[in-house]
């Protein structure tokens, strides 16, 4: 059987991954005390990790340096790419939201707006389906320093516990989108590798299910 190639996005993502791997039967040993080593082998699977931030998973997978990878859906709507996007791991879950200081009326007012966001992409397409223009700022992190520090009138941010905005001084007024990690599929090693690739698939989605079954 050849040996598949994941990236894992590191960070939060990556804990809850290893959870899944090991509920799939996953010896995750190397993968539990990584060190500064990006790319892991496992020894019970033929499986081997690479560790990557999440745009990088993307751009991995595409051009097939990676058979599969695993990324949280606001990086695959932000960049986009071609590859498969074959299921939804219903972890790693959290919303997009619009978000202002607590007690401003954003609607209420006909100038124009000025958005931060580390995804402008997302935020420029939402702003497009409502017909409203605004000019978005590019923020890498922390973005819910642009409003208190008048860069912006509001932030499109993730959004998981509330915590962070609340902290902050600020508020959701409107969801953007719902989020969860994806596993993702470079389109030719679906050819080469079909019967290894969807084995692996067919492996997360049973440990997925008895997750809900539980
Ligand atoms: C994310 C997001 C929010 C925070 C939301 O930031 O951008 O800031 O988490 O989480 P909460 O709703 O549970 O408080 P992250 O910690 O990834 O760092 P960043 O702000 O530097 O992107």
């Known amino acids: 059987m050849n040996r598949l190639r994941i990236a894992l996005t590191k960070g939060r993502l990556l804990e809850q991954t290893t959870e899944l791997f090991e509920e799939m039967g996953l010896d995750c040993t190397p ?53 498969f996007e074959v299921l939804d ?6 919303r997009f939201a619009l978000a202002v200081r607590q007690g401003e009326n954003f609607y209420g007012t006909y100038k124009s707006r000025r958005i931060a966001s580390k995804y402008p992409n997302i935020t420029r397409k939402f702003f497009e389906k409502k017909g409203i223009d605004v000019s978005v700022i590019r923020i890498e992190g922390s ?6 520090l008048g860069l912006a009138d509001a932030i499109v941010d993730l959004v998981e516990t509330g915590d962070t905005l609340k902290a902050n001084g600020l508020t959701p007024i409107e969801d953007v989108a719902s989020i969860s990690a994806r596993l993702i599929v470079n389109t030719a090693a679906m050819k080469l590798y079909r019967p290894e690739i969807l084995g692996f698939v067919e492996r997360c989605e049973t440990a997925i299910q008895d997750r809900n079954r539980e």
């Open 143 to 148: 973005v819910e320093l642009a409003p208190i």
């Open 89 to 94: 791991l219903n972890m790693g879950k959290c």
């Open 31 to 83: 993968l539990r005390s990584p060190g500064r080593r990006l790319i892991h082998s496992l020894e019970n699977y033929p499986l081997d990790i690479v560790l990557a931030k999440a745009p990088d998973v993307i751009t991995y997978v595409e051009h097939g340096a990676c058979h599969m990878g695993i990324v949280g859906k606001d990086s695959i709507m932000e960049l986009g790419g071609s590859f």
